[in-house]
């Protein structure tokens, strides 16, 4: 049975039908007011606590959001390169331009002949800005920053128009990787986020344009695939009363990690068969890098596991398992493949944050919801403070270096442009 977690809030004020469009008014000027004058970062956690007495006003919030953290993220150096990892920008900015000189039918083409990076609906939007609004760089580069992130808060507000507020706050700093998806790896991360909006629209709100949504995913980056076959596993059996039960669905988890596992083997095979060392290569890795891997998979397992087994649950929670064991059986039995699982392991990772999130709302009380958030929003600035000093993020470079700004909002980034 799917929960809408239409729980009672906390401390929600009891309102006559005047008064709440009166604070619905208000709350919307609040959010918009709030985003221009302060870090958006600190401005969803301020509203998140907001949100705990009072409803938040759709569109308010996700408009005024989703600029001022499009500007956040738009103010920066590209190209860059920090810790281990490098700016994917520049490359995207090359296909932008490269996409001037077709036409529809042609980026739809090149995708069939050249399907790896020539996703046609990535492209498509790249053509759109271009022959709709005579788009150049900088206006590429604001646009896909502002879609991204209209995407994610719409997303949210699908899974749980109660909780959006709050489920931000779990993104951003509960799971690691969440920025970083944002800051450069946009196509596999556009891809996440349009899934993320199906399986609202589709589980949550009981829509038929999610599946759609989900399904046309891998046309954003061909990675997804794996994601829309497990969403189909999910909902084959769960049709066949498999996921009645919590042993049955154990059971239908453990054999779908074992045929994906077993499909991913095959796959190795024949790529050894034909010598394709550039590719094999990628199942290759160091003692220490595979003794890490082990330790992620096995308390992955435990976590979720025990989440499963000893608190309530409902299917949405039970859809997300089924998005994490067929990654953690690849990574067990391929524990050196780093350029293959983490692909799917880091998209997949900031979900984490929002299952076990949604495992506290459907088992424990939500009186403690204020505490809750503090800690986490404390604990994961604490996180991406040490990141940031350490220059082993790409927080460093986001609002012109001044991502622990807390004035940072609208207002002072447009006069900074």
Same mark, same amino acid.
């Given at each position: 049975?799917?929960?809408?977690?239409? &729980? +009672?809030?906390?401390?929600?004020?009891?309102?006559?039908?005047?008064?709440?469009?009166?604070?619905?008014?208000?709350?919307?000027?609040?959010?918009? +007011?709030?985003?221009?004058?302060?870090?958006?970062?600190?401005?969803?956690?301020?509203?998140?606590?907001?949100?705990?007495?009072?409803?938040?006003?759709?569109?308010?919030?996700?408009?005024?959001?989703?600029?001022?953290?499009?500007?956040?993220?738009?103010?920066?150096?590209?190209?860059?390169?920090?810790?281990?990892?490098?700016?994917?920008?520049?490359?995207?900015?090359?296909?932008?331009?490269?996409?001037?000189?077709?036409?529809?039918?042609?980026?739809?083409?090149?995708?069939?002949?050249?399907?790896?990076?020539?996703?046609?609906?990535?492209?498509? &939007?790249?053509?759109? &800005?271009?022959?709709?609004?005579? +788009?150049?760089?900088?206006?590429?580069?604001?646009?896909?920053?502002?879609?991204?992130?209209?995407?994610?808060?719409?997303?949210?507000?699908?899974?749980?128009?109660?909780?959006?507020?709050?489920?931000?706050?779990?993104?951003?700093?509960?799971?690691?990787?969440?920025?970083? @998806?944002?800051?450069?790896?946009?196509?596999?991360?556009?891809?996440?986020?349009?899934?993320?909006?199906?399986?609202?629209?589709?589980?949550?709100?009981?829509?038929?344009?999610?599946?759609?949504?989900?399904?046309?995913?891998?046309? *954003?980056?061909?990675?997804?695939? *794996?994601?829309?076959?497990?969403?189909?596993? *999910?909902?084959?059996?769960?049709?066949?009363?498999?996921?009645?039960?919590?042993?049955?669905?154990?059971?239908?988890?453990?054999?779908?990690?074992?045929? /994906?596992?077993?499909?991913?083997?095959?796959?190795?095979?024949?790529?050894?068969?034909?010598?394709?060392? +550039?590719?094999? @290569?990628?199942?290759?890795?160091?003692?220490?890098?595979?003794?890490?891997?082990?330790?992620?998979?096995?308390?992955?397992?435990?976590?979720?596991?025990?989440?499963?087994?000893?608190?309530?649950?409902?299917?949405?929670?039970?859809?997300?398992?089924?998005?994490?064991?067929?990654?953690?059986?690849?990574? *067990?039995?391929?524990?050196?493949?780093?350029?293959?699982?983490?692909?799917?392991? /880091?998209?997949?990772?900031?979900?984490?944050?929002?299952?076990?999130?949604?495992?506290?709302?459907?088992?424990?009380?939500?009186?403690?919801?204020?505490?809750?958030?503090?800690?986490?929003?404390?604990?994961?600035? /604490?996180?991406?403070?040490?990141?940031?000093?350490?220059?082993?993020?790409?927080?460093?470079?986001?609002?012109?270096?001044?991502?622990?700004?807390?004035?940072?909002?609208?207002?002072?980034?447009?006069?900074?442009?």
């Amino acid at each position: 049975m799917l929960t809408n977690l239409n &729980l +009672a809030k906390p401390y929600v004020l009891s309102l006559s039908k005047s008064q709440k469009l009166d604070y619905g008014f208000v709350s919307g000027l609040f959010c918009i +007011a709030v985003f221009f004058l302060v870090n958006p970062f600190l401005a969803i956690f301020i509203i998140a606590i907001v949100s705990l007495y009072t409803d938040i006003p759709k569109w308010p919030y996700i408009i005024s959001a989703s600029l001022s953290f499009a500007l956040f993220f738009y103010s920066r150096e590209y190209g860059v390169v920090w810790a281990a990892s490098s700016d994917d920008i520049p490359n995207y900015l090359i296909y932008f331009h490269s996409d001037d000189y077709l036409s529809i039918n042609d980026i739809f083409l090149r995708f069939f002949s050249f399907p790896s990076g020539t996703e046609p609906l990535w492209h498509l &939007l790249c053509w759109l &800005l271009i022959n709709l609004f005579n +788009a150049g760089s900088n206006d590429f580069l604001f646009s896909y920053y502002l879609i991204l992130f209209v995407c994610l808060f719409t997303g949210f507000r699908y899974l749980s128009e109660k909780y959006f507020a709050l489920f931000v706050i779990i993104f951003f700093f509960l799971t690691p990787a969440s920025i970083d @998806g944002l800051f450069h790896i946009w196509r596999q991360e556009l891809a996440l986020l349009i899934y993320l909006i199906g399986i609202g629209v589709a589980m949550v709100k009981r829509k038929k344009i999610g599946f759609i949504l989900i399904y046309i995913t891998p046309l *954003f980056h061909l990675s997804f695939i *794996f994601f829309v076959f497990l969403f189909f596993c *999910f909902n084959f059996y769960k049709n066949k009363k498999i996921t009645n039960t919590k042993f049955k669905y154990f059971i239908f988890l453990m054999s779908v990690s074992a045929l /994906v596992s077993l499909f991913y083997f095959t796959g190795i095979t024949i790529l050894e068969s034909t010598g394709v060392s +550039a590719i094999t @290569g990628y199942f290759e890795g160091t003692t220490e890098s595979k003794i890490r891997v082990f330790i992620v998979v096995i308390v992955n397992a435990a976590i979720l596991l025990y989440s499963f087994f000893k608190l309530n649950t409902d299917d949405l929670n039970k859809f997300f398992l089924v998005l994490f064991f067929p990654i953690l059986g690849i990574m *067990f039995v391929f524990p050196g493949s780093d350029s293959i699982y983490q692909r799917l392991y /880091v998209a997949i990772l900031p979900i984490l944050g929002i299952y076990l999130f949604r495992c506290y709302l459907l088992n424990y009380p939500s009186k403690y919801m204020g505490l809750l958030m503090l800690v986490i929003f404390l604990s994961g600035s /604490v996180r991406l403070y040490f990141a940031y000093i350490t220059k082993l993020s790409c927080t460093q470079f986001l609002a012109h270096g001044h991502f622990f700004d807390p004035s940072m909002g609208m207002i002072k980034l447009l006069i900074n442009l």
